[in-house]
């Protein structure tokens, strides 16, 4: 294996002098403690990710995103944050985490770390400091109260678990108020002493040569009466303040928000031009649209909903994500698309978890070849910067046997050796078991075996990142909806400076055809992308009739007559 992945070609791009880097980029989140244990602890490591770099970068990657590494009691995975300034002795020390951002920028890429401002662990020690020495300095760090009645139009997130956005704490004898789990204590911002805090822990990661952070539960940070506890006026304020800061004293880091929000106020978290607040956001009322309209064979809704979505303010840029590390959350579609999802998706109670389903793609789509190919196909082309999950290239297996999001957490499977090819650690010690489903085996499902089949799913992840890559107006391009004649058939125009790009896409598991209505292309040539090889005109009268197989799309450069 190890001489497999030193023959892969080197990597051809370099993003590391491009002030604009995070708009033609495709980033990759990869979890430290999942991806390669290099200790043989049965833990995943910065050392192991840094022996994995090469293989990120010849497959296309060009920016990782880390989840959190900070020391932590992982309750919630890492987001139940102990220390701000610390590695988990478990990943490694500060020294690999220094070497890692090094060895990334080396090859051309660029790093991303998680920020979660919103709250910590409780046994963060500002918190232990605040439940037991109310007028010390840390008395009001968090959001403390003497009643639990407050604030009660504030939806509760992990319904499935929590009653209430109030715990009790019985040493300081009041309620603290918490959007996530109970042991998640929402950290104060109105006290400008935690806004310092964050700028200091924001500066302390960017000194060390970090290109950006993922903004994590961002839309929480203040609460008020009037607005349930989210996308607050002074949050917005707050992240103006933030990236003020970035853009003088860091240019060209970034910041990524997770605003878990319809379009509209989605889309405020990039602010305007003249107060931009985040660089990106992610977009998640066009996520679970895509299995919706995957499913439903009918690309009414994502038109719809792409329609709705505003463009964001110059710099701007959507992220577009099928997976990551949570579950597949459904709370920007209707009661009546979840259910309809849910019935679709999680056949399995065990698939649920809070308001979303807690699988992989592979699974989710059926591991079939054709809908994997076409729902990447649809990320890496819609307006936005793709963000893959790991795994997901070599279309990985989940297990819903495991405690919540954990099910998609699973090792990476490099090899069909022990723990697949992961660690060399008992595999009893192993901090996830590997997939051992008879679809999703690690035997069958890895990446020493996608490498020896030309055909596999990560050889045409790779070509097509390629191409994206190639084709500006994948990043920079304007978006236009073309009308087709059937509502199985999506279509949409990317146009940047004298390029424009048709993609068209078949949801039905059926053959289709679609009749295309490009007027201002009439008589145009069209070019096909991949192949680049000439593909029928279009007509004089400006349609075009395309004919595709089940789940088959087409990436076409057109050009005026
Ligand atoms: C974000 C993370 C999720 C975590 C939550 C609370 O939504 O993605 O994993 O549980 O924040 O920190």
């Not at 008992?426 to 890895?446: C, E, I, K």
Request: glycine letters at 6%; a negative charge.
């Amino acid at each position: 294996m190890k001489e497999l992945l030193k023959s892969l070609p080197k990597r051809d791009r370099d993003l590391t002098n491009d002030p604009l880097w995070y708009r033609n980029a495709v980033f990759y989140e990869v979890m430290v403690r999942a991806f390669h244990d290099s200790d043989g602890d049965g833990i995943g490591d910065l050392r192991g990710l840094i022996k994995r770099l090469d293989y990120l970068a010849w497959l296309g990657v060009d920016a990782l995103w880390l989840p959190p590494f900070y020391p932590s009691p992982m309750r919630d995975g890492g987001y139940d944050v102990a220390d701000y300034r610390g590695i988990d002795p478990r990943y490694g020390t500060m020294r690999d985490f220094e070497k890692l951002i090094k060895e990334v920028h080396k090859r051309g890429m660029r790093i991303t770390i998680d920020l979660v401002m919103n709250h910590t662990s409780d046994q963060h020690p500002w918190f232990q400091a605040s439940r037991t020495d109310p007028d010390g300095p840390y008395g009001d760090y968090y959001v403390w109260s003497d009643t639990d009645q407050k604030w009660t139009d504030a939806r509760i997130i992990f319904t499935d678990v929590e009653t209430s956005n109030w715990a009790w704490d019985a040493h300081r004898e009041q309620y603290y108020w918490h959007r996530f789990y109970s042991h998640q204590p929402d950290l104060n911002f109105e006290n400008p002493a935690v806004q310092q805090e964050m700028f200091d822990i924001a500066r302390f990661w960017l000194k060390k040569g970090i290109d950006g952070f993922r903004l994590d539960a961002v839309p929480y940070l203040f609460e008020d009466e009037d607005n349930s506890g989210e996308n607050d006026p002074r949050t917005h304020q707050f992240l103006r303040d933030l990236r003020k800061m970035v853009d003088t004293e860091f240019p060209g880091a970034v910041l990524l928000a997770e605003a878990n929000q319809p379009p509209h106020e989605a889309a405020e978290y990039f602010g305007t031009e003249e107060e931009p607040e985040c660089h990106m956001c992610f977009h998640f009322p066009v996520m679970p649209r895509i299995f919706h309209s995957l499913k439903a064979e009918d690309a009414t809704r994502l038109r719809e909903v792409l329609h709705d979505t505003p463009v964001p303010p110059a710099k701007g840029q959507w992220s577009t994500f099928l997976r990551n590390h949570d579950e597949l959350t459904l709370e920007m579609v209707s009661e009546d698309e979840r259910h309809q999802m849910f019935d679709w998706y999680a056949p399995h109670p065990q698939m649920k978890a809070h308001t979303g389903i807690r699988r992989r793609l592979a699974p989710l789509l059926d591991n079939s070849e054709q809908a994997l190919e076409l729902a990447h196909a649809l990320i890496l082309s819609l307006p936005g910067t793709p963000c893959l999950y790991y795994g997901d290239e070599i279309a990985m297996g989940d297990n819903v046997w495991l405690p919540d999001r954990d099910s998609v957490r699973t090792p990476m499977q490099w090899t069909p050796d022990r723990n697949a090819g992961f660690s060399d650690a008992d595999p009893g010690a192993l901090y996830l078991p590997t997939v051992q489903s008879l679809l999703f085996h690690y035997n069958g499902v890895n990446i020493e075996r996608s490498l020896m089949q030309p055909t596999s799913l990560l050889f045409w992840m790779r070509r097509f990142l390629k191409a994206r890559a190639e084709h500006p107006a994948f990043s920079d391009g304007g978006y236009k909806d073309v009308p087709s004649d059937n509502p199985a058939v999506f279509s949409f125009l990317r146009t940047h400076e004298d390029e424009s790009v048709l993609v068209a896409m078949n949801f039905s598991t059926h053959q289709s055809s679609a009749l295309l209505t490009l007027e201002d292309y009439a008589g145009g040539k069209v070019k096909t992308i991949i192949s680049k090889t000439p593909f029928q005109d279009v007509g004089d009268d400006g349609t075009l009739r395309l004919t595709f197989g089940p789940q088959s799309f087409y990436w076409l450069v057109v050009k005026h007559a």
